[in-house]
């Protein structure tokens, strides 16, 4: 497989995990590819991710937030195989400004 990536689209080598990343924004396709041998593993198609955090052995989807502001949605998802592990929202105040700023194993900064 080969990969053609355009601004805005990127690259992330995560070494933690043996786990490259890239997004087409053209095409709108997150893939998942081994970084030993470069196979692609898996792709993610969804319009509605607005960020991917990725910690050892997981990987954090977080959505935008729903059209009521009340709630963000996110999903864990196994780094391996992209099955989801857990899915879930998250309860927003709307008064606040909210950054999801980092994932450590399983807690999130936010």
Same mark, same amino acid.
């Given at each position: 497989? /080969?990969?053609?990536?355009?601004?805005?689209? =990127? @690259?992330? =080598?995560?070494?933690?995990?043996? !786990?490259?990343?890239?997004? *087409? #924004? #053209?095409?709108?396709?997150? !893939?998942?590819?081994?970084?030993?041998?470069? /196979? %692609?593993?898996? *792709?993610? /198609?969804?319009?509605?991710?607005?960020?991917? !955090?990725? *910690?050892?052995?997981? +990987?954090?989807?977080?959505? %935008? !937030?729903?059209?009521?502001? #009340?709630?963000?949605?996110?999903?864990?998802? *196994?780094?391996? /195989?992209?099955? @989801?592990?857990?899915?879930?929202? %998250? $309860?927003? %105040?709307?008064?606040?400004? +909210?950054?999801?700023?980092? $994932?450590?194993?399983?807690?999130?900064?936010?």
């Amino acid at each position: 497989d /080969t990969e053609s990536l355009r601004f805005p689209g =990127f @690259v992330e =080598f995560d070494d933690v995990n043996g !786990k490259v990343l890239t997004y *087409s #924004a #053209a095409d709108k396709i997150y !893939k998942v590819w081994d970084l030993k041998n470069y /196979t %692609h593993l898996y *792709s993610i /198609t969804d319009d509605s991710i607005s960020e991917i !955090k990725i *910690s050892p052995g997981i +990987m954090l989807l977080i959505y %935008h !937030k729903c059209p009521s502001g #009340a709630h963000v949605p996110l999903k864990i998802l *196994s780094i391996d /195989t992209g099955d @989801v592990l857990l899915s879930f929202k %998250h $309860q927003l %105040h709307r008064s606040k400004k +909210m950054d999801f700023i980092e $994932q450590f194993n399983e807690k999130l900064l936010v």
